[in-house]
């Protein structure tokens, strides 16, 4: 099952930078402490900082200048921190960051099932879409499922390479399916273009499958883009 509430370092470190940023009243342009220094402040290492740092630039909530160092981006009006307003459009921005990325990887990775999935990938996929109908016609989560049926496209695309790099950003790409910007189902809407990209694979036919594949994330983007939580 996915661990979707264990906090990892990465994101402790994250939270710590943001803290940080609060408790010292610190504003648009003003500098941080350097790479360095961060390390032995919160005990980590560099690859954990810069994880943590990387996801705060996504967001927009620092950035890091090349030869300079690192500044305070996007605070709120008063004072710093990242709630309400401010909270959703990082988020929205990193989850579309994360959306060129699963384009190309998951776009890939669909072209190649539509050649090479075999017979069990094939049933594995349609068993997990009906899953997902049954589960919502009985008003379940269906986040879960959802997340397992595109883990099996990439399977189903046979290319350990392929397979590593999806491995190592899996926890960013389970983003779109546990409750993102705090919504749950927000991505309920797209289960047609599910059944459609899944007959594309199941009929060996490559521009069928990028086809509906490709109306998928326009469709998560659009979604993504007019996202307005009611308490901001």
């Given at each position: 099952?996915?661990?979707?509430?264990?906090?990892?370092?990465?994101?402790?470190?994250?939270?710590?930078?943001?803290?940080?940023?609060?408790?010292?009243?610190?504003?648009?342009?003003?500098?941080?402490?350097?790479?360095?220094?961060?390390?032995?402040?919160?005990?980590?290492?560099?690859?954990?900082?810069?994880?943590?740092?990387?996801?705060?630039?996504?967001?927009?909530?620092?950035?890091?200048?090349?030869?300079?160092?690192?500044f305070v981006d996007n605070p709120a009006a008063n004072g710093f921190k990242l709630t309400g307003k401010v909270k959703l459009e990082g988020e929205k921005r990193f989850l579309l960051h994360i959306l060129d990325v699963r384009r190309a990887l998951e776009g890939k990775a669909v072209e190649l099932a539509a050649i090479r999935?075999?017979?069990?990938?094939?049933?594995?996929?349609?068993?997990?879409?009906?899953?997902?109908?049954?589960?919502?016609?009985?008003?379940?989560?269906?986040?879960?499922?959802?997340?397992?049926?595109?883990?099996?496209?990439?399977?189903?695309?046979?290319?350990?390479?392929?397979?590593?790099?999806?491995?190592?950003?899996?926890?960013?790409?389970?983003?779109?399916?546990?409750?993102?910007?705090?919504?749950?189902?927000?991505?309920?809407?797209?289960?047609?273009?599910?059944?459609?990209?899944?007959?594309?694979?199941?009929?060996?036919?490559?521009?069928?499958?990028?086809?509906?594949?490709?109306?998928?994330?326009?469709?998560?983007?659009?979604?993504?883009?007019?996202?307005?939580?009611?308490?901001?």
């Amino acid at each position: 099952m996915l661990k979707v509430r264990k906090q990892h370092l990465h994101e402790l470190v994250s939270d710590a930078i943001q803290k940080y940023i609060e408790e010292n009243r610190l504003r648009s342009g003003d500098r941080l402490p350097s790479v360095q220094e961060w390390t032995k402040l919160l005990g980590v290492s560099r690859t954990s900082l810069r994880e943590g740092m990387r996801y705060l630039e996504a967001v927009g909530v620092i950035r890091v200048e090349n030869g300079r160092g690192i500044f305070v981006d996007n605070p709120a009006a008063n004072g710093f921190k990242l709630t309400g307003k401010v909270k959703l459009e990082g988020e929205k921005r990193f989850l579309l960051h994360i959306l060129d990325v699963r384009r190309a990887l998951e776009g890939k990775a669909v072209e190649l099932a539509a050649i090479r999935a075999g017979e069990d990938d094939l049933r594995e996929m349609e068993e997990y879409l009906l899953t997902v109908k049954r589960s919502r016609d009985e008003g379940k989560d269906t986040s879960e499922i959802d997340f397992r049926f595109h883990q099996c496209i990439f399977k189903a695309a046979n290319n350990p390479v392929l397979q590593s790099v999806f491995e190592s950003i899996q926890e960013h790409y389970s983003k779109f399916f546990i409750e993102p910007l705090g919504s749950k189902g927000l991505f309920d809407n797209t289960d047609e273009y599910h059944r459609t990209m899944f007959e594309g694979i199941k009929r060996r036919d490559t521009v069928l499958a990028l086809t509906e594949f490709n109306r998928l994330m326009d469709k998560i983007e659009e979604d993504i883009k007019n996202y307005e939580q009611a308490h901001t």
